[in-house]
């Protein structure tokens, strides 16, 4: 490894979710790309300016830890190859901002692997050859940060398959993946806000560090355009919304009282459900100690807009 500063390993979880803080990681490179679907590049950049304390663990996250080794375990009996642990973190001496914590290095070989864990419901075809943009982008990081010429993702769909793919050096989309990088990370230096999208992460992030108002009005001055656009998506979403539901009526009748059909590869369902709820207001009529034992208030911010007459 050519160009690379090497760091020891952090000695706690909570050592290494302070380090991710001191710059772009591996994981973090598919998000700033727009890759992720979990999380957003707004939602990165409040997490690495400190609006937003990402302490969360979840099963997912415990489950792709203890099974690390035994991914890469199954990688080398599948590929007859050799693996070890780097015993190191590594940082960019040309892009410092640019880290590295990678699962394994490959022995006798200029190349790392990654070890991954997903459940079988997935939507990636990975007996096609398809990777996600996302683990893809993390190998890139990962050679553009040690200078490796290739690298090895392993992935194990729980109760289903083990795959492994070869992703090869790519100078272009490295310096491109870099420049991306390089952006995002002056933007949280500079403590400059990346663009607001529509994705449910923003809109968490967005929910969670604004979360307690405060009772006042303000001139929300320049915002003309976006208003007028706002009022017009709402306008066609309920006329859509409408359309479709014509549409789902039409099938409706022409199923009648039989519960499915086909249209080529399509099937077209229209079948009895049943589904059990609590009759609140009886609940609360009848047994209100209890109702008041049960009852639970949260908290949210309600958007809307409207127009004052």
Request: a positive charge.
């Given at each position: 490894m050519k160009n690379v500063i090497r760091h020891k390993l952090p000695s706690s979880h909570s050592e290494w979710?302070?380090?991710?803080?001191?710059?772009?990681?591996?994981?973090?490179?598919?998000?700033?790309?727009?890759?992720?679907?979990?999380?957003?590049?707004?939602?990165?950049?409040?997490?690495?300016t400190g609006r937003l304390i990402n302490d969360r663990d979840n099963e997912a996250m415990r489950?792709?830890?203890?099974?690390?080794?035994?991914?890469?375990?199954?990688?080398?009996?599948?590929?007859?190859?050799?693996?070890?642990r780097s015993g190191f973190s590594y940082q960019s001496e040309d892009h410092p901002f640019m880290l590295a914590n990678v699962d394994r290095l490959v022995i006798n070989e200029n190349a790392g692997l990654e070890c991954k864990t997903t459940n079988m419901l997935t939507r990636t075809r990975y007996d096609k050859d398809d990777i996600p943009a996302n683990y893809y982008a993390q190998c890139m990081?990962?050679?553009?940060?040690?200078?490796?010429?290739?690298?090895?993702?392993?992935?194990?769909?729980?109760?289903?398959?083990?795959?492994?793919?070869?992703?090869?050096?790519?100078?272009?989309e490295i310096q491109t993946l870099i420049e991306a990088e390089n952006d995002f990370w002056k933007c949280v230096t500079e403590d400059k806000e990346p663009l607001i999208d529509g994705s449910d992460s923003t809109a968490d992030t967005l929910a969670e560090i604004y979360a307690?108002?405060?009772?006042?009005?303000?001139?929300?001055f320049g915002f003309d355009d976006e208003l007028k656009r706002y009022l017009f998506l709402k306008e066609q979403i309920k006329e859509l919304e409408a359309e479709k539901k014509g549409y789902e009526n039409i099938f409706k009748h022409e199923l009648g009282d039989t519960s499915s059909g086909f249209i080529g590869?399509?099937?077209?369902?229209?079948?009895?459900?049943?589904?059990?709820?609590?009759?609140?207001?009886?609940?609360?009529?009848?047994?209100?100690?209890?109702?008041?034992?049960?009852?639970?208030?949260?908290?949210?911010?309600?958007?809307?807009?409207?127009?004052?007459?």
């Open positions: 979710l302070a380090n991710r803080l001191k710059g772009i990681g591996g994981s973090d490179a598919g998000t700033i790309l727009g890759f992720n679907e979990w999380k957003s590049p707004y939602t990165l950049w409040c997490e690495k489950l792709g830890r203890d099974l690390e080794d035994y991914v890469a375990q199954r990688f080398m009996e599948t590929t007859g190859k050799r693996v070890k990081h990962y050679m553009a940060v040690t200078g490796c010429e290739k690298w090895y993702i392993a992935i194990l769909v729980l109760n289903k398959g083990f795959y492994w793919f070869e992703v090869l050096r790519d100078e272009n307690d108002p405060i009772e006042s009005k303000m001139d929300i590869n399509y099937a077209v369902n229209w079948k009895l459900q049943s589904r059990s709820s609590v009759d609140t207001k009886k609940l609360q009529s009848e047994y209100p100690e209890v109702y008041g034992k049960c009852i639970k208030t949260t908290s949210f911010r309600k958007f809307e807009i409207k127009e004052i007459r």
